[in-house]
């Protein structure tokens, strides 16, 4: 029976001509199956399924970009080359469609210019009130909006070129250790390996004693050779001691090669500015100060633009403060109460005001208060970043568009997320659509409508199993959404683990922690929870992860890289572990970064599986006959790959006016390898074959090869079956890295004593899939290790073994541990106390973590 024909969808006996429902024929993009589904418009219609069903490939892969398709139809063809094309859906037809908006899940852009008030254009109105409608120094000309942008010459401080920060290098960051002498590395911020000892063999020539320890050198050559810009080419005598290098120069012996000095602060500023490598800016960073510039005193504003006011504070005092508290100092101008002003300014204030109160008063709905205005985007979540647009979208005012949403929910507490809902009823209010890919269950409850996608993942998915509302699902037996919709609250099975033991922090100071005490159990696993921006990233994710790190004496963990700035150098956690580091043998951090930047970097060769698929490839009798490697068989590799396309698979075909695209290779048709090495096969497959494969494909096609069979049967069991061996790391979601690399951490040999720390591990996650996580990680526990996971998805929290709750509110009014215990214990306490156990109380009582009754999500219904 077809999808669409299904007795679940709700669609033979409807009306198709009153234009009310968008009807998709023959839909086969990814892994859909002809799909032919109606869903209606002016509803919040939540699109389900386990991870890779299809339920995307739906909503934003055949959906939006049809949407978008037809409207760029109408725009000149040269203006589409500026515009990220979502390519040509697999459909046969689909009718009824309006124009899309997509809010998709992504980091903030990484540039340290990038701001909340850059990216909700707030900061734009701000500027324009201060030009307007400030108080100038006398005889002060007035300044342009311009004046007042940190991102502008006009306007950013000459000292620290906007950023707010300056960075220096000194003598005790580059030589931590004095007493060592430069032959033993004194010199921690140049380079190593080859290049540092090149730097040392032109000291010995220049005539510099590297033996002597570093304070033993006279402070005139230690300056010279950290601090000088002089970069002299002289002769390098590799491998000789001092005294024969000595003998050498007098002889005129002719030298090794001629080598060119640089200094250690130069190597390092250089180094910085200069690499596109995040390990090496990382790396050099560490050795670099960072401090409050001097001249605007991080407001990165020029002196003449700091002198203007508005109720008595500059810009940069205004751009600091959390959204809430600016709601409450623009509201009497708003009102139009500006004294000592001429009617002109007073108007033009009072607009000027009432536009961002207005615009803030949204941003403070989607419980994001706590923000300021110059907080930088790269450090907000996918979460915070897709709420921000969503504020935007609703202060447009736009009517009679689709709002296409990935995972809205994701990142979110409970309490943030019945402001979400209340935003999404008014974006729907306003006359829109809105179609939303979720797996949040109280979200679900909510729509007007459901599509469910599978009933499992990739091949096995693909299928509309029902459409319609939410209560028609219950009676849907192969939906795996519907038996957790509507299953009955289960006890948690056996009791909380007992801790073997504490670590204990004390006087820990990050971003809103301020000389914070902690306490985490030590073998079991804990959950870290709390609404958005009470301080649990900074808690677990920074602050434990390192002090973890320096104790263990392992590199602390990368920044998130930004360009133009280094905010990383100086932002290290205050505080120390005073109890327990002993128990800690090892640290794993499981994040969300990507598994590789390139489409080279695969499921296959982040594991490490591909090179024992490549071995057992180099091991037939016909690569044997030919003599070849396994070396042969890697697409990065030029003696096996395809020479035209490099092991790409797909060339770039340039189109004039229209956007490049890419096409598969013509000379290897997409499969990366030349026609010799294809010529191999293992059981009938080439290697080409096997990175098609998807994991569950692969699992059973090596059987019996147990080296490559572990692996996948891991990948398996945290519900990866449906991923392709070959898939590109830049295809795969946040929540599908971070189970790669903690399958790949999975295939060590436990000894225990491991603490692993994981960041919202539901994220992206159906139900079905949370269930099979929690098993590993439980396997983990009962390993011997500890497992510490940042988390929001209170039925996970629930089956954890100890709660730790952070808050009680946002920024300023958070940093603090309001709740600890076992999940029981934490939802006893009162609701003033802490803002999650309600919601852990509903969960545990009736299974199902709906909000009270009364509250905004029921009242917003009505």
């Given at each position: 029976m077809d999808a669409g024909d299904s007795d679940h969808s709700n669609n033979s006996s409807r009306d198709d001509a009153s234009g009310r429902f968008v009807r998709v024929r023959g839909a086969r993009e990814h892994n859909l199956k002809q799909v032919n589904v109606d869903i209606p418009r002016d509803a919040l219609v939540v699109f389900t399924g386990i991870s890779g069903s299809g339920k995307s490939s739906l909503a934003f892969g055949t959906l939006y970009a049809e949407a978008q398709r037809r409207y760029l139809e109408s725009v000149a063809p040269y203006a589409r080359r500026l515009i990220d094309q979502v390519g040509v859906p697999a459909v046969d037809?689909?009718?009824?469609?309006?124009?899309?908006?997509?809010?998709?899940?992504?980091?903030?852009?990484?540039?340290?210019?990038?701001?909340?008030?850059?990216?909700?254009?707030?900061?734009?109105?701000?500027?324009?009130?201060?030009?307007?409608?400030?108080?100038?120094?006398?005889?002060?000309?007035?300044?342009?909006?311009?004046?007042?942008?940190?991102?502008?010459?006009?306007?950013?401080?000459?000292?620290?070129?906007?950023?707010?920060r300056v960075f220096e290098v000194t003598e005790r960051s580059m030589v931590p250790d004095d007493s060592l002498s430069i032959r033993e590395r004194a010199i921690a911020a140049w380079p190593p390996a080859w290049h540092g000892q090149n730097l040392r063999d032109i000291l010995v020539t220049l005539g510099y004693d590297v033996d002597k320890p570093w304070r033993d050198l006279p402070k005139k050559a230690r300056d010279w050779i950290l601090f000088t810009d002089e970069q002299p080419t002289v002769p390098v005598y590799a491998g000789f001691t001092p005294a024969e290098t000595r003998a050498a120069l007098r002889s005129k012996m002719a030298p090794s090669y001629q080598g060119t000095f640089t200094g250690a602060r130069r190597y390092v500023l250089h180094t910085f500015a200069t690499t596109q490598s995040a390990l090496m800016k990382n790396r050099v960073s560490r050795f670099m100060t960072g401090a409050l510039c001097p001249s605007c005193k991080g407001k990165r504003l020029r002196k003449e633009s700091l002198s203007v006011r508005v109720a008595g504070l500059d810009i940069g005092e205004i751009a600091h403060m959390p959204l809430g508290e600016l709601v409450r100092v623009l509201k009497p101008i708003a009102a139009g109460r500006l004294p000592r002003q001429s009617e002109e300014k007073r108007i033009a204030a009072q607009r000027l005001a009432h536009d961002i109160v207005e615009r803030l008063g949204i941003l403070l709905g989607l419980g994001l208060g706590y923000l300021s205005l110059d907080r930088r985007t790269p450090t907000l979540s996918p979460g915070e970043l897709q709420r921000l647009r969503l504020a935007t979208q609703i202060r447009s005012n736009l009517f009679g568009v689709v709002y296409v949403l990935d995972e809205p929910s994701a990142g979110l507490h409970p309490a943030d997320g019945e402001a979400l809902v209340v935003a999404l009823d008014m974006l729907k209010g306003a006359g829109n659509s809105l179609f939303v890919v979720e797996h949040d269950l109280s979200l679900m409850r909510h729509a007007d409508w459901l599509v469910d996608v599978g009933p499992d993942a990739g091949e096995k998915g693909g299928v509309v199993l029902y459409s319609g509302p939410p209560d028609g699902l219950r009676g849907v037996a192969g939906s795996h959404?519907?038996?957790?919709?509507?299953?009955?609250?289960?006890?948690?099975?056996?009791?909380?683990?007992?801790?073997?033991?504490?670590l204990r922090l004390a006087g820990i100071s990050r971003n809103n922690l301020d000389r914070l005490a902690a306490e985490f159990p030590l073998g079991v696993l804990t959950a870290v929870t709390g609404v958005s921006g009470s301080g649990k990233s900074s808690l677990v994710t920074q602050a434990l992860v390192e002090l973890v790190s320096a104790h263990l004496g392992d590199e602390p963990p990368e920044a998130e890289e930004e360009a133009g700035a280094a905010p990383a150098v100086?932002?290290?956690?205050?505080?120390?572990?005073?109890?327990?580091?002993?128990?800690?043998?090892?640290?794993?951090?499981?994040?969300?970064?990507?598994?590789?930047?390139?489409?080279?970097?695969?499921?296959?060769?982040?594991?490490?599986l591909f090179d024992d698929v490549r071995k057992l490839f180099a091991g037939t009798p016909a690569a044997r006959r030919h003599r070849y490697d396994a070396g042969r068989f890697s697409f990065n590799v030029a003696k096996g790959r395809c020479p035209a396309c490099e092991g790409e698979g797909f060339v770039s075909v340039e189109l004039l006016f229209m956007p490049s695209v890419y096409a598969p290779c013509p000379t290897c048709h997409g499969s990366r390898f030349n026609p010799q090495t294809l010529k191999v096969t293992l059981r009938g497959k080439t290697i080409a074959d096997v990175l098609g494969l998807?994991?569950?494909?692969?699992?059973?096609?090596?059987?019996?090869?147990?080296?490559?069979?572990?692996?996948?049967?891991?990948?398996?069991?945290?519900?990866?079956?449906?991923?392709?061996?070959?898939?590109?790391?830049?295809?795969?979601?946040?929540?599908?890295?971070?189970?790669?690399?903690?399958?790949?951490?999975?295939?060590?040999?436990?000894?225990?004593?491991?603490?692993?720390?994981?960041?919202?591990?539901?994220?992206?996650?159906h139900p079905a899939d949370m269930d099979r996580l929690m098993a590993q990680l439980d396997g983990l526990v009962d390993a011997g290790n500890t497992v510490i996971v940042v988390e929001h998805d209170m039925r996970w929290v629930a089956a954890c073994d100890w709660v730790i709750d952070m808050g009680p509110g946002a920024g300023g009014e958070g940093g603090r541990i309001v709740a600890t215990g076992t999940p029981a214990q934490v939802a006893k306490v009162p609701d003033a106390v802490s803002r999650t156990a309600p919601y852990l109380r509903q969960w545990m009582n009736d299974g199902r973590g709906t909000p009270r009754p009364g509250n905004a999500r029921k009242e917003h219904r009505k």
């Open positions: 037809s689909i009718d009824g469609l309006p124009p899309a908006v997509a809010l998709q899940q992504q980091r903030g852009t990484p540039g340290a210019r990038s701001s909340v008030g850059s990216v909700t254009t707030l900061s734009n109105l701000l500027r324009m009130l201060y030009s307007r409608a400030g108080d100038y120094p006398a005889r002060q000309p007035m300044l342009h909006a311009e004046d007042f942008s940190p991102n502008t010459p006009q306007g950013a401080c000459p000292v620290c070129h906007g950023i707010g959404t519907a038996k957790y919709l509507f299953a009955e609250p289960k006890p948690r099975s056996g009791a909380p683990r007992t801790p073997s033991g504490w100086s932002e290290r956690t205050a505080g120390r572990i005073v109890q327990g580091a002993e128990r800690i043998r090892r640290l794993v951090r499981v994040d969300q970064k990507p598994i590789g930047r390139t489409p080279r970097s695969n499921l296959a060769t982040y594991t490490g998807t994991v569950d494909e692969a699992h059973a096609f090596f059987e019996g090869d147990a080296v490559v069979e572990r692996p996948l049967a891991l990948l398996r069991a945290i519900g990866l079956g449906y991923l392709r061996l070959g898939q590109p790391a830049t295809e795969l979601s946040g929540g599908e890295a971070q189970r790669i690399k903690l399958a790949t951490e999975l295939q060590r040999a436990q000894r225990g004593d491991t603490l692993y720390v994981l960041d919202e591990p539901t994220t992206g996650l």
